[in-house]
């Protein structure tokens, strides 16, 4: 599609306020390089700063969501390489977004793969998905977050088996510890129309309150509970500045429903 700026992912904007980035290197099974990196950063901050986008999706194949960093990519890279260039320091672009981004996984999500998805702030799977931290295998460990986001949610020692044996796990194993927040129904792009709609329900809240929100649950990962709670207070109290609250509460007492205008 000549209309594509960008050779390793396809953007796509398939509902009112929804942006969709879509991995494409499908002959390396999504394997994540620098360039594909460079384009997902760029177009996932372009979807950001967009004004008429309320929330990402990001996806890949039905066979992958992401198989990891590129291996032959990183084969012979040396210490100096990886340390002095900050070899998947700009993977933190992508948890850095101030919309929600939802990661709509089919087929395999391994290594950087899952840790991707783990960046994302909610996650679907299809019945296909398979997860995995595989790099133990690879004479290595995550370096893209697994270690630190999978202790955070599904426990030490849930964590240090699937880092240290590197052995995969289904979707239904990521739904029951709480990573994925729905596994959908079979079929191909089930998985993406499912993340979709989600999207499109989110895009159509108030932009400020959803970032908010956001804002407060990561939070939660930085700061104690008692800082965590007046943070979230803090927030609480500032969206009665916006329009949307005014809006959002009026519309409640008229029986009606709220226009938001993000604002
Ligand atoms: N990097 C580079 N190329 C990859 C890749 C990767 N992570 N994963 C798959 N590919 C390539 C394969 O080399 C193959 O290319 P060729 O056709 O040129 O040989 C193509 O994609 C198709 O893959 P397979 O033939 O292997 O397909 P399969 O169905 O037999 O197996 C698989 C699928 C089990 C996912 C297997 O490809 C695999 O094990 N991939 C590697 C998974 C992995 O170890 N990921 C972790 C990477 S390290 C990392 O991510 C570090 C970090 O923390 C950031």
Same mark, same amino acid.
């Given at each position: 599609d000549a209309k594509q700026p960008y050779e390793h992912i396809l953007v796509s904007r398939? $509902?009112?306020g929804v942006g969709l980035i879509t991995l494409n290197r499908p002959k390396a099974l999504n394997a994540l390089n620098s360039p594909l990196f460079e384009e997902l950063n760029k177009a996932a901050e372009e979807l950001d700063n967009?004004? @008429?986008?309320?929330a990402l999706v990001l996806t890949g194949s039905d066979r992958a969501f992401a198989a990891g960093a590129d291996i032959k990519e990183m084969k012979d890279k040396t210490y100096s390489d990886v340390f002095g260039n900050r070899?998947?320091? @700009?993977?933190t672009k992508i948890q850095n977004l101030r919309k929600p981004i939802i990661a709509a996984v089919s087929g395999y999500a391994l290594g950087g793969g899952c840790e991707l998805a783990l960046m994302c702030d909610i996650i679907l799977a299809s019945p296909t998905a398979t997860f995995g931290q595989p790099e133990i295998n690879l004479g290595v460990i995550p370096g893209g977050g697994g270690t630190q986001r999978l202790i955070r949610s599904i426990g030490k020692s849930r964590t240090m088996e699937l880092v240290l044996t590197g052995r995969n796990f289904s979707a239904v194993e990521a739904e029951s510890w709480g990573i994925v927040s729905k596994v959908v129904g079979e079929g191909e792009g089930q998985v993406v129309k499912e993340a979709v709609q989600l999207a499109e329900k989110i895009a159509g809240k108030g932009r400020l309150a959803v970032q908010a929100g956001k804002e407060a649950v990561n939070a939660a990962y930085e700061l104690t509970l008692a800082e965590g709670l007046n943070f979230e207070r803090r927030l609480f109290h500032g969206l009665? $500045?916006?329009h949307d609250q005014k809006e959002g509460m009026s519309a409640f007492a008229e029986k009606r429903k709220a226009k938001f205008t993000h604002s």
């Open positions: 398939p $509902a009112h967009d004004h @008429s986008i309320g070899f998947l320091e @700009s993977w009665f $500045a916006t």
